[in-house]
């Protein structure tokens, strides 16, 4: 696969207002691949998932090209982009409990959503509906269809939030800080599921995080973005073992095991890359 089957962000400059979001970012996005996209809050990286999406302010003004599907999504009009929006191009957000309604069944959301992007039946919708919950690993999804959002976990809420972006089989997933809102105790799982997910489905994922300790155990390629600017990026062994600028090195430091050269999550990196080579 390359990037002609996924998704490319080439220049890529948002201002609103008088302030320069973006600064001419590059990135590829690869079916089987999850790129992470890492900085600090207000780097502009939740900005950059919502341009894919066609979701910027009404103020915004965007320059370069986000291709995808032989097509120019910040050129691309609002009826097309919502053709495209929830069913090529799916999202999970950081709260679930902000992203599904609190007054309909998990069955309503499913599909109400997979019926409003391809017109299915209600039987077939029903069967997607079940299956979806079945990829996340969602316990007793015929029990779980049935019920509302409230009588689930976190980290369960977060599962359904990933079936309802795939349920439409997009062939793109952006994250965006997937886990954050989530009890350090179940994170990893969803990590595993993300992992799953891309390589089972052939999905091109873009992950969202100002944690690199994510990365390190997730992405397949890692681009750092400071104040809008990408400052460096490679495969995760290369920027997690052997970053070249300080911005990089820092965000390393700051991880609660980080020691010297790296420890924990960061030598992991180092071992997967090696177990590869061999």
Not at 17 to 33: A, K, N, T, V, Y
Not at 49 to 54: D, F, I, K, V, W
Not at 57 to 77: K, M, S, V, Y
Not at 225 to 234: A, H, P, S, Y
């Amino acid at each position: 696969m390359s990037v002609e089957d996924g998704l490319a962000i080439r220049d890529l400059t948002i201002s609103i207002g008088e302030r320069e979001i973006l600064h001419g970012i590059s990135l590829d996005l690869i079916p089987g691949q999850i790129t992470g996209l890492a900085g600090e809050s207000g780097s502009g990286k939740s900005i950059t998932g919502l341009a894919m999406l066609g979701l910027l302010p009404a103020n915004a003004r965007t320059g370069g090209e986000i291709r995808f599907g032989g097509r120019n999504l910040l050129t691309l009009p609002e009826r097309e982009l919502g053709k495209i929006r929830g069913q090529r191009i799916g999202m999970v957000f950081q709260d679930p409990t902000a992203s599904l309604h609190p007054m309909l069944t998990i069955e309503r959301q499913l599909t109400d959503h997979l019926r409003a992007h391809t017109g299915v039946s209600k039987a077939e919708a029903r069967v997607r509906a079940l299956e979806a919950l079945e990829k996340v690993k969602v316990p007793m999804p015929e029990t779980a269809l049935k019920k509302y959002p409230h009588q689930f976990s976190g980290g369960q809420l977060q599962r359904i939030a990933i079936a309802v972006a795939i349920i439409c089989e997009p062939s793109i997933l952006i994250a965006d800080e997937p886990t954050t809102a989530l009890d350090v105790t179940v994170q990893a799982g969803v990590l595993r599921l993300l992992r799953g997910l891309c390589d089972e489905l052939g999905l091109a994922v873009m992950l969202i995080t100002h944690d690199l300790g994510v990365m390190s155990s997730l992405a397949d390629r890692i681009a750092v973005l400071r104040q809008g600017e990408i400052v460096e990026e490679g495969t995760r062994y290369d920027v997690l073992r052997n970053p070249q600028h300080e911005y990089t090195r820092a965000l390393i430091d700051a991880l609660p095991s980080h020691e010297g050269a790296g420890a924990g999550a960061i030598e992991d990196a180092q071992n997967e890359e090696e177990a590869r080579n061999d």
